[in-house]
């Protein structure tokens, strides 16, 4: 079978509160409206010596009422500074745990890069659909789950053997700071291919845990699918016929005869709408996969290769939202 598809965290700081806070002076201010019963009746674990002074004399009930709301004013004011500033701490506990996830990020792109070349990045685009292409929505099995690792003797992923080889340089990097998933690995490098070669810049979510075992054979489509066959597989895994005809734009790079190989443009388009494997004969019919020229002869698809070819920047806008769904398809992730 063929593939139509590409031939411990770290310790966070702890907001330490100095006895000296309580030196402020607090003096809590309730309406006057509200009455005694709706003030809070939340208990503190905590020992407050009132003036009994502060009780005003009269009927026993009612004098303990008084007492026992004079103490929880008391606490209250004696507590709300340490609550004022431990909600502080966490909301800027918030904020670091936000910045250390960029940093995490912006690392694994950093050493993925490194290894990305324009030579490079069709394999490694190719590395993203074979992986992720295995998704399907009735089971909700396969996905971007970096089983690709142990699938890589399979006829359908020939070749890609090399650009997991050239992945690991840049995982075993990683993995010595922090491990990190195969699957967000190939995220990255995917997007960092189209990148390098002119296309839009995608970011992605990362996170992915890798699956432990290959998953099912005969998920990835077949390069000798007609139209009709696209359209119902792309379906079964949760895509619609503009988004299948937007990832198919994905062969504009890698020497497949649709302008620059490594080049990522809207020249797979127009070279679709010219039909150049219809003349006569010699390099032009080796132009593309049998699922590509029969884009080209369904109505629905040609809709979407008319307006790709007319403006790449909607192509590029459909891409890299198709390509964020595809690599989140079917993804296991980190709690």
């Not at 990305?116 to 069709?122: D, E, I, N, S």
């Given at each position: 079978?063929?593939?139509?598809?590409?031939?411990?965290?770290?310790?966070?700081?702890?907001?330490?509160?100095?006895?000296?806070?309580?030196?402020?002076?607090?003096?809590?201010?309730?309406?006057?409206?509200?009455?005694?019963?709706?003030?809070?009746?939340?208990?503190?674990?905590?020992?407050?010596?009132?003036?009994?002074?502060?009780?005003?004399?009269?009927?026993?009930?009612?004098?303990?009422?008084f007492?026992?709301?004079?103490?929880r004013?008391?606490?209250f004011?004696?507590?709300?500074?340490?609550?004022?500033?431990?909600?502080?701490?966490?909301?800027?506990?918030?904020?670091?745990?936000?910045?250390?996830?960029?940093?995490?990020?912006?690392?694994?792109?950093?050493?993925?890069?490194?290894?990305?070349?324009?030579?490079?990045?069709?394999?490694?685009?190719?590395?993203?659909?074979?992986?992720?292409?295995?998704?399907?929505?009735?089971?909700?099995?396969?996905?971007?789950?970096?089983?690709?690792?142990?699938?890589?003797?399979?006829?359908?992923n020939?070749?890609?053997?090399?650009?997991?080889?050239?992945?690991?340089?840049?995982?075993?990097?990683?993995?010595?700071?922090?491990p990190?998933?195969?699957?967000?690995?190939?995220?990255?490098?995917?997007?960092?291919?189209?990148?390098?070669?002119?296309?839009?810049?995608?970011?992605?979510?990362?996170?992915?845990?890798?699956?432990?075992k290959?998953?099912?054979?005969?998920?990835?489509?077949?390069?000798?699918?007609?139209?009709?066959?696209?359209?119902?597989?792309?379906?079964?895994?949760?895509?619609?016929?503009?988004?299948?005809v937007?990832?198919?734009?994905?062969?504009?790079?890698?020497?497949?005869?649709?302008?620059?190989?490594?080049?990522?443009?809207?020249?797979?388009?127009?070279?679709?709408?010219?039909k150049?494997?219809?003349?006569?004969?010699?390099?032009?019919?080796?132009?593309g996969?049998?699922?590509?020229?029969?884009?080209?002869?369904?109505?629905?698809?040609?809709?979407?290769?008319k307006?790709?070819?007319?403006?790449?920047?909607?192509?590029?806008?459909?891409?890299?939202?198709?390509?964020?769904?595809?690599?989140?398809?079917?993804?296991?992730?980190?709690?």
């Open positions: 079978m063929i593939s139509t598809f590409f031939n411990p965290a770290p310790p966070c700081n702890v907001a330490v509160v100095s006895s000296s806070f309580l030196r402020f002076k607090f003096i809590p201010k309730f309406p006057a409206t509200v009455p005694l019963s709706s003030l809070s009746t939340v208990s503190f674990r905590a020992k407050t010596t009132v003036n009994r002074s502060l009780c005003a004399p009269g009927d026993a009930s009612v004098q303990t009422d007492c026992l709301l004079k103490k004013e008391f606490v004011s004696a507590a709300l500074p340490f609550l004022l500033i431990l909600h502080e701490s966490v909301e800027g506990f918030k904020a670091e745990a936000a910045e250390l996830d960029k940093r995490e990020v912006e690392r694994i792109r950093e050493e993925v890069r490194k290894v990305v070349t324009k030579g490079r990045a069709p394999g490694l685009l190719r590395l993203v659909f074979h992986d992720a292409g295995t998704f399907e929505t009735n089971d909700t099995s396969g996905g971007m789950n970096g089983s690709i690792i142990h699938e890589l003797d399979r006829p359908e020939k070749g890609l053997k090399k650009s997991v080889k050239i992945l690991q340089e840049a995982k075993s990097t990683l993995d010595l700071i922090r990190v998933s195969w699957a967000d690995v190939i995220v990255v490098a995917g997007a960092e291919a189209v990148s390098i070669c002119g296309g839009p810049s995608i970011a992605v979510d990362l996170g992915r845990l890798d699956s432990e290959p998953d099912l054979e005969g998920k990835l489509p077949e390069e000798s699918l007609d139209a009709v066959g696209l359209k119902q597989i792309f379906s079964r895994k949760g895509f619609s016929t503009r988004e299948l937007a990832l198919s734009g994905a062969h504009t790079i890698g020497g497949k005869g649709f302008g620059s190989p490594v080049v990522f443009d809207n020249a797979y388009f127009k070279i679709l709408l010219e150049p494997w219809s003349s006569n004969g010699g390099m032009s019919s080796m132009i996969l049998p699922s590509d020229r029969a884009l080209a002869d369904d109505d629905e698809c040609l809709r979407w290769i307006e790709y070819a007319k403006d790449q920047n909607v192509f590029f806008e459909d891409f890299q939202n198709a390509y964020i769904k595809l690599v989140n398809s079917g993804a296991k992730w980190r709690s």
